[in-house]
């Protein structure tokens, strides 16, 4: 008999682990599958460079207790197929999984904004800068400049001083009303209040914003805009993060609707397919806070436990407020929209330069006519930039949802033609 | 008038028409509604195929323009002669192979037959136990949605462009949907599977086909690598077909190719389709299933019921030049179809018969005389 789950949980972060513990009491087959190593997500990423948060071993050490639940690691989605299936690949080879109920809790990834220099050796995103600081890359006695925009630059800035690296400045490009502003409501959230005292950064300077990464080799110095003011910051790293953009492929895929950018999903975190929930940043920008909680009602509705679902509504009403006043805060400046040079790289697994593409009136067409998209990341990165730039709307996913091997992708021989979008709820 | 000839279609033999036209100092207007083609979904392979003797006849001339054109277009183009490889996977596909050596010398062509020892050695991707190939060194590949565009602006200002859906077409009228109308004394339809949303008579039908790039990995294979089996199933099957056909792309990726639905004009990829036809690549080049795909997509080729394109005069609409049907060979024959048109429009010996594309032998007799330019009107 084939490998089929009852609730089939997409992404270990935040979100999917407090869906797989809150379903664990009921008893069915669960699983839980993640392409990293370890559970965790992007927040809570393992590595040899970690200290886990408490809360992050008991959800660990709480999911080693249930034997219903399967941990998939290192597994990825490749495709969806019939009958309710899933085609995944592992590093030694790909297999198909059924599910009653999947749970999407795909996440998000960051915005790179391109910008002179952007592509150097040194640069990173501020997200990507924790992933490898986690992953052991040694940034002791380094000076970091960070910039962009939101909380995820304090957690980054953080990350790193807590690795020993020298945080120069935190280049913050909302204005400085803005950010007070978001600050004063922080009491509302004493939890989230206290993490950002933790946060406090003698560097951070608000209405500021990168304009050039300067190096030959790599990364040598930063160049910040403030105001009418310009300051060249002799560094070694430069972590930039402009925000995240929800991981919607799979559900796209699946025929899920997406509106604003992310999973669209009602009160019980159903999508419009009867069987697919989703839940956490795939459904839109807010926090683990409330990836937990959204997870957890997604858990609970998933396998039928509507009135615990239920419960858990107020608290996510509460942290989806402190997610509507985040993205308030911290909406993009369109002035960045003009960092690109003509000759600034958009998409650097093709090399193609922002000129290549601004004469274009659409994906598509730039897509043919340059190759952006068209390399390993296959417009991860400057399919989300090209959107906030020109305005244009990628192309609906297709399999390979992920770049697959050719012997994994044989596994679809033995299916038959998915129906195309699953079966609405209405 | 809007212009002397209005194109309806940018992909390659829109773009190779208005080429041909522009060049004989007609004002050409190119129109195009975004939905993309062929040209953009295909494998740009330059191949002559030689089913009969029409198809070889238009295939061979046409990749000769391409090399001589191939001095001046840009390295977007990504032109490049590689040749293809035409595997034997039996004693009874090395007689095929013998008999298309035999046609295709007799057409003047390079090729030559490689044995099981000299395949290995030029392609030892393959699997063991393969009898042979044949060789056709002229054969080539190329980026055709940017040899397109090389076609459209080599010319200068006699080509414009514009975007729009052409909602119909009377007499020497052109009617967008949005209402504005456009006008020439000749309008030539050069869009593909739409072509028939606008000449319903048209015997055009879509063949599904997919295809799937894998990541970079230089130096593995050098031709393009078709199984012979491809004329003798794929080509000419009705029912859905798989055939291996492998071609390395200049980046060092492989394009891995092809499979024939008909019945279908839904886009999305079919996995149980793609497994079948990465199977069959497989069968032929074991290593490739430790490779990794990148992006798999599907495309429509414009289908005519005898496998050739139409080329001419729309024999009850005077003024309706017809350009389509080119089915998986567009790319490859866009040039010799521009000169063949060009040549029947300007009431001139074309440079090889162009009786076997007359669309005539699907859509009937004439029944007005053909509309020409005469040559002495060319600018």
Known sequence: ?426 | MNADVIIVGSGIIGAACADELARRGLEVLVLDDRRGGATAAGMGHLVALDDNPAELKLSDHSIGRWREWARDMDQGCAYRNNGSLWLAANEQEMAVAEAKLKTLREAGMACELLGAEALRATEPELRDGLPGALKVAGDGILYAPNAARWLLTRGGRRIAERQGRVAAIEADEVRLDDGTRLRAPVVVLANGIHAPELAPDLPIEPKKGHLLITDRYPGRVSHTLIELGYVTSAHNASGPSVACNIQPRPTGQLFIGSSRQFGTSDPAVDGPMLARMLRRAVDYMPGLAKLNGIRAWTGFRAASPDGLPLIGEHPRRPGLWLAVGHEGLGVTTAPGTAELLAAQLFGETPPFAAEPYLPERFLGARDAQRTSIPSEAGR
């Not at chain 1, 601004?358 to 400057?382: E, F, N, P, T, Y």
């Not at chain 1, 949802?401 to 979008?421: G, I, W, Y």
Request: one cysteine or more; glycine letters at 12%.
């Open chain 1, 1 to 426: 008999m084939s490998e089929r789950y009852d609730l089939l949980i997409v992404g270990a972060g935040p979100a999917g682990l407090a869906a797989a513990l809150a379903a664990a009491d009921s008893g069915l087959a669960i699983a839980l599958i993640d392409d990293n190593p370890a559970p965790g997500g992007q927040i809570w990423r393992d590595g040899p460079g970690v200290r886990l948060p408490a809360r992050a071993r008991r959800q660990r050490e709480a999911l080693a207790r249930h034997a219903n639940i399967t941990l998939l690691s290192g597994t990825r989605v490749v495709a969806c197929a019939d009958d309710r299936r899933l085609l995944v690949e592992d590093a030694d080879s790909g297999r198909l999984i059924g599910y009653r109920k999947l749970l999407l809790c795909t996440g998000a990834r960051e915005l790179l904004l391109p910008f002179p220099g952007w592509t150097l050796p040194g640069v990173t995103g501020a997200g990507g800068l924790q992933a490898l600081i986690k992953g052991g890359l040694p940034v002791r006695g380094e000076r970091v400049v960070i910039a962009g925009s939101g909380p995820l630059l304090l957690a980054s800035a953080a990350t790193a001083q807590k690795a020993g690296a020298q945080v120069l400045r935190v280049a913050e490009q909302a204005s400085h009303a803005a950010v007070a502003g978001f600050a004063a409501r922080l009491l509302q959230w004493p939890g989230k209040a206290v993490q950002a005292l933790g946060l406090h950064q003698p560097g951070y300077r608000c209405n500021a914003r990168v304009v050039a990464a300067l190096g030959s080799e790599r990364l040598e110095a930063v160049l910040i805009q403030r105001g009418g003011r310009r300051e060249e910051l002799p560094c070694e790293r430069l972590a930039c993060g402009f925000g995240l953009v929800p991981n919607t492929q799979l559900g796209e895929a699946l025929g899920c609707e997406v509106r604003a950018g992310a999973l669209a999903v009602d009160d019980l975190q159903r999508t419009r397919l009867a069987e697919v929930f989703a839940a956490g940043e795939c459904t839109g920008f807010g926090g683990s806070e409330l990836s937990l909680v959204e997870g957890a009602i997604a858990g609970h509705a998933a396998v039928g436990q509507t009135a615990r679902a239920e419960a858990l509504l107020p608290e996510r009403a509460r942290w989806r407020r402190f997610a509507r006043q985040l993205a308030r805060s911290f909406a993009l400046d369109p002035a960045l929209k003009d960092l690109p040079r003509p000759d600034t790289l958009v998409c650097r697994c093709e090399d193609v330069p922002y000129s290549a593409l601004a004469g274009h009136d659409g994906w598509v067409g730039a897509k043919l006519a340059s190759r952006c998209g068209m390399g390993a990341c296959q417009g991860r990165v400057c399919g989300a930039v090209a959107g906030y730039l020109f305005g244009w709307t990628p192309t609906r996913p297709r399999l390979p949802l992920s770049p697959a091997r050719v012997d994994t992708l044989l596994c679809l021989e033995e299916t038959a033609l998915p129906s195309a979008t699953g079966e609405p709820v209405e």
